[in-house]
Nanobody, 120 residues
Framework: VQLQAFGGGLVQAGGSLRLSCAASGLTFSNNNVAWFRQSPGKARAFVARIAWRDNTTDYADSVYGRFTISRDDAKNTLYLQMNILGPEDTAVYYC??????????????WGQGTQVTVSS
């Protein structure tokens, strides 16, 4: 299984970015998938997840209403639409698959991470 996250970059506060995660060797629609993020000196933190069984979504309080997780099954690609970004959202963002919770140890497969930097 390989996951590849991309789409990060530098954006001004208040702006938007869309992250993508492509998979090989795994079908997103058959697995729980999630996004996490990690800032320097901090633990990897849950951002959002989508359940394969019923497509329900779940978000960290800090991103609720600003971020949207989605999946394109035809492209086998996971997305994270991030709006109204603030400096506190600066982190390396990781996609993850085959997990069940909101802790990073719950997930088996990880992408390499993509850097998001929000300038104030």
């Amino acid at each position: 299984v390989q996951l590849q996250a991309f789409g990060g970059g530098l954006v001004q506060a208040g702006g938007s970015l869309r992250l993508s995660c492509a998979a090989s060797g795994l079908t997103f629609s058959n697995n729980n998938v999630a996004w996490f993020r990690q800032s320097p000196g901090k633990a990897r933190a849950f951002v959002a997840r989508i359940a394969w069984r019923d497509n329900t979504t779940d978000y960290a309080d800090s991103v609720y209403g600003r971020f949207t997780i989605s999946r394109d099954d035809a492209k086998n690609t996971l997305y994270l639409q991030m709006n109204i970004l603030g400096p506190e959202d600066t982190a390396v963002y990781y996609c993850a698959a085959r997990g069940i919770g909101t802790h990073h140890l719950d997930y088996d497969d990880w992408g390499q991470g993509t850097q998001v930097t929000v300038s104030s």
